[in-house]
């Protein structure tokens, strides 16, 4: 009698567990696909292959700043 309890409890609590597991895959996959839908460059820049590097230089005691364009 107690083992047929026992095995009535398991598949109870089996039941309960397998239709969670199931809806966190699916809230995984839609993660995934959400993630890899929002990558992208920022190609709206007219220069977006490229970027401005500054140093700062003394010339004639004053600070220059020297910058130049360095592609990507």
Not at 28 to 44: A, F, K, L, P, W
Request: glycine share 2%; aromatic share 2%; proline share 3%.
């Amino acid at each position: 009698m107690k083992f047929i309890a026992l095995l009535s409890v398991g598949l109870i609590a089996a039941s309960a567990l397998a239709p969670t597991t199931a809806s966190a895959q699916m809230r995984q996959d839609r993660h995934d696909r959400v993630v890899s839908r929002t990558v992208h460059t920022d190609r709206h820049r007219p220069s977006y292959r490229t970027r401005k590097v500054c140093r700062m230089e003394r010339r004639n005691q004053r600070r220059v700043r020297i910058c130049r364009t360095v592609r990507r």
